[in-house]
């Protein structure tokens, strides 16, 4: 059974950086890719993704020009960039990986592709 787990979380202060990093010990990440959040108070929410169907990036407009996931070329992990961090940011990010192929990015971040997802770390922006 593939089993995400994140790591990088933490506090930061308005406008600083944090990399969030996510990988599956002894699996690949074959399909589309994205990363959540769950703002306190706020439903969960994609916050950038990748598809696999067209390689297609989709971000939150309120992300773009700060936010950047990647992964590794062996598809074994992935990482969520995170640049000029502000208060609303704050929140839990979860990494997932879809279950299925052929998702484009903005598809899978309407969570409603059946996904495998990470235990959630805590990013917390303040001053």
């Known amino acids: 059974q593939l089993r995400l787990v994140e790591s990088g979380g933490g506090l930061v202060q308005p406008g600083g950086s944090l990399r969030l990093s996510c990988g599956a010990p002894g699996f690949t990440l074959p399909y589309s890719i994205g990363w959540f959040r769950r703002a306190p108070g706020k439903e969960r929410v994609g916050v950038v993704c990748?598809?696999?169907?067209?390689?297609?990036?989709y971000s939150l407009d309120s992300v773009k020009g700060r936010f950047t996931i990647s992964m590794d070329n062996d598809r074994s992990q992935m990482y969520l960039q995170m640049d000029s961090l502000k208060l609303e940011d704050t929140g839990v990010y979860y990494c997932?990986?879809?279950?299925?192929?052929?998702?484009?990015?903005?598809?899978?971040?309407?969570?409603?592709?059946?996904?495998?997802w990470g235990q959630g770390t805590q990013v917390t922006v303040s001053s």
């Open positions: 997932t990986t879809a279950r299925r192929p052929n998702v484009s990015g903005e598809e899978y971040c309407s969570g409603k592709v059946a996904a495998y």
């Open positions: 990748i598809g696999d169907s067209d390689k297609s990036t």
